[in-house]
């Protein structure tokens, strides 16, 4: 099977809208698989569902341009989730985990976050879009939705953006291809989940116009191949579940 490289080509901006919107607008221009764009400030940065992402500067922003096939789409925020956590553990000595389907969390606060926008047509691509905050203030600002940290906060030290997007780069490359050739299996990557067993708040019915959501409670089980989710409901019978958000 042909190796995936992935930052071989990257076009790095001082401000943008958001890296989705150049991401997008490449794919449209027959762009190579593996494609990265990162910025330093992003005037309109997207979070998942249809929240903002804000940052200061300074943080690390960027979107991997792939070329997966339609099986294997469901699987991209997982991976990158991974990849950033096998960064960040070089780094970290505090718990680090994944909150399905997209979040990495240290001690419990979120310290990343990853967007995945699939485009299905005659090309299929997908833009995965990634946010980890290295130097931004989240100890005095607290207009964020959830407890957030940054790589500087618990390390007490500045750390250059660029050379952790480099890292996460060869990171995703790395599990992407073990994925590839079947070498990685996303169901043993259960252990890193946050609320492991626990019955934790999923918000189902999202609406995203009037922004109204039940929760439902859940038992999280387990990780499939696929990315999905296994969790018991109160009754005791499983279900995976592909799209949804853990509230608590
Ligand atoms: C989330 O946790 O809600 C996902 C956040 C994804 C943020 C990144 S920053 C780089 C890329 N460009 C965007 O506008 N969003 C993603």
Same mark, same amino acid.
Request: aromatic letters at 10%.
């Given at each position: !099977?042909?190796?995936?490289?992935?930052?071989?080509?990257?076009?790095?901006?001082?401000?943008?809208?958001?890296?989705? =919107?150049?991401?997008?607008?490449?794919?449209?221009?027959?762009?190579?698989?593996?494609?990265?764009?990162?910025?330093?400030?992003?005037?309109?940065?997207?979070?998942?569902?249809?929240?903002?992402?804000?940052?200061?500067?300074?943080?690390?922003?960027?979107?991997?341009?792939?070329? +997966?096939?339609?099986?294997? !789409?469901?699987?991209?925020?997982?991976?990158?989730?991974?990849?950033?956590?096998?960064?960040?553990?070089?780094?970290? =000595?505090?718990?680090?985990?994944?909150?399905? +389907?997209?979040?990495?969390?240290?001690?419990?606060?979120?310290?990343?976050?990853?967007?995945?926008?699939?485009?299905?047509?005659?090309?299929?691509?997908?833009?995965?879009?990634?946010?980890?905050?290295?130097?931004?203030?989240?100890?005095?600002?607290? $207009?964020?939705?959830? +407890?957030?940290?940054?790589?500087?906060?618990?390390?007490?030290?500045?750390?250059? +953006?660029?050379?952790?997007?480099? =890292?996460?780069?060869?990171?995703?490359?790395?599990?992407?291809?073990?994925?590839?050739?079947?070498?990685?299996?996303?169901?043993?990557?259960?252990? !890193?989940?946050?609320?492991?067993?626990?019955?934790?708040?999923?918000? $189902?019915?999202?609406?995203?116009?009037?922004?109204?959501?039940?929760?439902?409670?859940?038992?999280?089980?387990?990780?499939?191949? =696929?990315?999905?989710?296994?969790?018991?409901?109160?009754?005791?019978?499983?279900?995976?579940?592909?799209?949804?958000?853990?509230? $608590?």
């Amino acid at each position: !099977m042909k190796k995936i490289y992935i930052g071989k080509k990257k076009y790095i901006f001082n401000e943008i809208s958001s890296t989705m =919107d150049i991401a997008n607008f490449f794919i449209h221009t027959g762009i190579e698989e593996g494609t990265v764009v990162v910025a330093k400030f992003q005037t309109d940065g997207r979070g998942s569902n249809q929240r903002k992402w804000l940052s200061n500067g300074n943080d690390a922003l960027f979107s991997i341009i792939m070329k +997966p096939e339609i099986s294997l !789409m469901s699987t991209l925020p997982i991976i990158s989730a991974f990849s950033i956590y096998k960064v960040l553990e070089k780094f970290i =000595d505090t718990e680090i985990k994944i909150k399905w +389907p997209n979040d990495v969390l240290v001690d419990g606060k979120k310290i990343s976050g990853v967007l995945v926008e699939n485009h299905i047509k005659t090309d299929n691509y997908s833009i995965i879009g990634i946010g980890i905050n290295i130097n931004s203030d989240h100890k005095k600002n607290n $207009t964020f939705i959830y +407890p957030s940290v940054s790589l500087k906060e618990l390390l007490n030290e500045k750390i250059q +953006p660029l050379e952790i997007v480099e =890292d996460v780069l060869k990171s995703f490359e790395n599990i992407y291809n073990e994925i590839l050739i079947g070498k990685l299996k996303i169901s043993n990557l259960s252990d !890193m989940l946050y609320g492991l067993n626990k019955r934790v708040a999923f918000r $189902t019915n999202y609406k995203s116009f009037d922004r109204q959501s039940e929760n439902t409670y859940y038992k999280i089980i387990s990780l499939n191949d =696929d990315g999905t989710l296994e969790v018991s409901d109160n009754n005791g019978k499983k279900i995976s579940i592909n799209a949804s958000e853990i509230i $608590t």
